[in-house]
């Protein structure tokens, strides 16, 4: 999961609570691309996921990729 957040507020108490509401909205799947505005704070946000994208596919993507850089700086 990628997460891209622009998120603006008065406080950092206005912050907080915007995050743990942010949070919760994550946590029962109400999150996908768009914006909310309050009186208090204002966000514009992404969130992006791929179920195939596991921590091992992860991993082995890395890996290949720096394996990679590491043959081509050989050359």
């Given at each position: 999961?990628?997460l891209?957040?622009?998120?603006?507020?008065?406080?950092?108490?206005?912050?907080?609570?915007?995050?743990?509401?942010?949070?919760?909205?994550?946590?029962?799947d109400?999150?996908?691309?768009?914006?909310?505005?309050?009186?208090?704070?204002?966000?514009?946000?992404?969130?992006?996921?791929?179920?195939?994208?596991?921590?091992?596919?992860?991993?082995k993507?890395?890996?290949?990729?720096?394996?990679?850089?590491?043959?081509?700086?050989?050359?």
């Open positions: 999961m990628r891209t957040l622009a998120l603006e507020a008065d406080t950092t108490e206005d912050m907080v609570h915007a995050l743990i509401a942010l949070a919760g909205r994550i946590q029962r109400e999150v996908t691309t768009g914006c909310w505005g309050s009186p208090s704070d204002g966000a514009i946000y992404e969130l992006l996921t791929d179920p195939s994208m596991t921590h091992d596919a992860y991993h993507a890395l890996r290949e990729y720096l394996d990679g850089r590491k043959a081509s700086s050989n050359a």
